[in-house]
């Protein structure tokens, strides 16, 4: 099913890229015999174009089916090395400020597994993560995590 409300491009894009973890907000879906947990994103960032700061919904993430189905907040945050933004390091080390409070680890799928990412991620303090794809194409696929299965959405752009 098509994400649900109104994106602009940047956040959008953003939103789709948003595949497995807490976001915001849950809701069940069911497809050919086969559940998965629906989050809905709500994305806020100031637009470049603009400087305005602007809020965006929508309903474009997927919890994976072992991971908590709970709200989370907080500041988005990517590896500081581009070389670690699959996060399958223990070591890996994320762009948060000082005093940033809560944050989220936005990493990219592929590299480990899905268990590997979040265990790296929650070893930096992370309260969440997203894995992210960077390969666009609109099919869902599944994704075994040693013996579970996640569900990711791949997107194009």
Known sequence: APCRGRMAAGAR?????LA??????????????EEWYTAFVNVTYVDPA?????????????YGEQSPKREARGLLAVAVSPRERHACRPGTRFAVPERA?????LVA???CTFAEKIRHAAG????????????FKSKT???????????K?????
């Open 101 to 105: 409070g809560a944050w989220i680890a």
């Open 20 to 33: 497995l973890l807490p976001a915001l907000g849950l809701a069940l879906a069911a497809a050919d015999r």
């Open 141 to 151: 696929e599944k994704v075994r995590n040693r013996n579970h299965i996640h569900r």
């Open 124 to 135: 930096q303090n992370a309260s969440a993560v997203v894995v992210m794809n960077f390969t």
């Open 13 to 17: 894009l953003l939103a789709r890229l």
């Open 153 to 157: 959405q791949r997107w194009r752009a």
């Open 50 to 62: 603009t400087a305005r700061v602007r809020t965006e919904r929508s309903e474009c993430g997927r």
């Open 109 to 111: 799928s592929g590299n």
